[in-house]
C-alpha cells in the first residue's frame, strides 16, 4: 500500500514534539522539582535530628551501665599526678568519653588507648566516631582540631560538670575548679548524689564543633573545659 504524500505529512506531524509543548513540560518538571525538594530536604533534616537524639540516648544508656557496673559515672577527666585542682597537658588523661567507649561497641579503640600517657598522646584521639557526631553539624566533615598536639577527632557531645572554673591547656592559669554537675576532675558522682534526680538533671548536652581547625569545642577525646568533654551549667 502507498501513501500518499498527504499521510506522509500527517504522520510526520504526529510524530513531532513541537517547541512549545516541550517547554511546558519542562516548566512542569521544574515545578515538581521544586515543590519535592524541599520536603526531601525535611525529610533528610528530620533523619539526622533523629541520628542525633538516638546518640544522646546511647550514651545516656552506656552512662547507665557504666554505673551499674562501677557504682559510679565516670569522670569527667583524670589528671593522672592526682591533682585535680590544676591539670596541665601533661598532667591530662582519660575524659569521660573514653571510659564509656566500652559501653558504646568501641572496645577496639578503648583496648588500645594508654591510660598511662597523656590524652594528646594517644594515637586513639583522632578516630571518628559516629555515634559521638550529629550529622548536622557541617564541621565533623572538616580536618580535626590542631589544638594541644592536634589530631583530635571532632564531636558533638559534652559532660554536664555544672559551674566550674577555667583550667588551661598549658598550665599556667590553672586555677581550683569547682565540684558540681555528674562528675569533676577525678572525682565521680553516683546516683544518690544527684539531689534533684537523675530525671530531672542533664548530664549530657550537645555541643557545637569548632569553627575552625583551632577551636578546641567539640573534640570528644579532649579532657579540657570547652572541647567536647564538657558542659557547663548553673
Same mark, same amino acid.
Given at each position: 500500500m502507498r501513501l500518499t504524500a498527504r499521510q506522509l505529512q500527517i504522520r510526520q506531524r504526529a510524530r513531532g514534539f513541537t517547541l512549545i509543548e516541550l517547554l511546558?513540560? %519542562?516548566?512542569?518538571?521544574?515545578?515538581? %522539582? =521544586?515543590?519535592?525538594? +524541599?520536603?526531601?530536604? =525535611?525529610a533528610r533534616e528530620a533523619a539526622r535530628r533523629t541520628q542525633c537524639r538516638n546518640n544522646l540516648k546511647q550514651i545516656g544508656l552506656a552512662l547507665n551501665n557504666y554505673h551499674e557496673t562501677h557504682n559510679w559515672f565516670p569522670p569527667f577527666i583524670i589528671s593522672r599526678t592526682g591533682n585535680p585542682q590544676r591539670i596541665a597537658d601533661a598532667d591530662k588523661g582519660a575524659n569521660w568519653l573514653v571510659f564509656l567507649l566500652p559501653y558504646v561497641d568501641q572496645n577496639a579503640i578503648y583496648d588500645k588507648w594508654d591510660l598511662d600517657i597523656p590524652a594528646n598522646q594517644n594515637p586513639g584521639r583522632s578516630t571518628k566516631i559516629a555515634g559521638f557526631m550529629c550529622p548536622t553539624d557541617p564541621a565533623n566533615s572538616?580536618?580535626?582540631?590542631?589544638? =594541644?598536639? /592536634?589530631?583530635? !577527632?571532632?564531636?558533638n557531645y559534652g559532660?554536664?560538670?555544672?559551674?566550674?572554673?577555667?583550667?588551661?591547656?598549658?598550665?599556667?592559669?590553672?586555677?581550683?575548679?569547682?565540684?558540681?554537675? %555528674?562528675?569533676? +576532675?577525678?572525682? &565521680? &558522682?553516683?546516683?544518690?548524689?544527684?539531689?534533684? /534526680?537523675? !530525671?530531672?538533671? %542533664?548530664? &549530657?548536652?550537645?555541643?557545637?564543633?569548632?569553627?575552625?581547625?583551632?577551636?578546641?569545642? /567539640?573534640?570528644?577525646?579532649m579532657p579540657g573545659l570547652g572541647s567536647g568533654t564538657s558542659a557547663l551549667f548553673q
Open positions: 511546558v513540560v %519542562i516548566a512542569i518538571i521544574a515545578v515538581l %522539582i =521544586a515543590l519535592l525538594l +524541599p520536603a526531601v530536604q =525535611a572538616g580536618p580535626p582540631c590542631s589544638y =594541644a598536639g /592536634g589530631g583530635w !577527632a571532632r564531636g559532660m554536664n560538670v555544672s559551674p566550674c572554673a577555667h583550667n588551661s591547656l598549658n598550665g599556667n592559669t590553672g586555677v581550683p575548679s569547682a565540684l558540681g554537675g %555528674i562528675g569533676g +576532675p577525678n572525682y &565521680v &558522682v553516683r546516683f544518690g548524689h544527684v539531689a534533684d /534526680g537523675a !530525671a530531672n538533671t %542533664i548530664a &549530657v548536652d550537645e555541643l557545637r564543633t569548632g569553627l575552625n581547625q583551632n577551636d578546641l569545642r /567539640g573534640s570528644w577525646a
